[in-house]
């Protein structure tokens, strides 16, 4: 899945602490993609809207691209550690 570059660095103005712990844009890219994997999906036309925690991803999936994030504390949806484990576990697995 591509990812826009300016939702790589809106995801650094919106979640400042989660981006300090990565050291790189890749690192941040998995975070992003670790969302769209498992995260809960609200909408499906004509973007696809994915809620994470309190961030809401759209997702031109004919293009199969992230497009925009933005907060949204109305729909928060929390992931167990688990779940992010899990998903983690399996991306390296994969890209390894």
Same mark, same amino acid.
């Given at each position: 899945m591509k990812?826009?570059?300016?939702v790589?660095?809106?995801?650094?103005?919106?979640c400042?602490?989660s981006?300090?712990?990565?050291d790189?844009?890749? =690192? !941040?890219?998995?975070?992003?993609?670790r +969302?769209?994997?498992?995260g809960?999906i609200? #909408?499906?036309?004509?973007l696809? /809207?994915?809620?994470?925690?309190n961030l809401k991803l759209?997702i031109?999936?004919k293009?199969?691209k992230?497009? =925009? !994030?933005?907060?949204?504390?109305?729909d +928060?949806?929390?992931?167990?550690?688990?779940? #992010?484990e899990?998903?983690?576990? /399996?991306y390296y697995?994969?890209?390894?």
């Amino acid at each position: 899945m591509k990812i826009n570059t300016s939702v790589i660095y809106k995801y650094m103005k919106l979640c400042p602490a989660s981006t300090s712990k990565c050291d790189s844009f890749a =690192d !941040i890219k998995f975070k992003i993609l670790r +969302a769209v994997a498992i995260g809960k999906i609200m #909408k499906a036309q004509p973007l696809l /809207e994915i809620q994470y925690g309190n961030l809401k991803l759209n997702i031109d999936y004919k293009n199969n691209k992230v497009i =925009d !994030i933005e907060k949204n504390y109305k729909d +928060a949806y929390e992931v167990s550690e688990e779940l #992010k484990e899990e998903f983690e576990k /399996e991306y390296y697995y994969i890209v390894v």
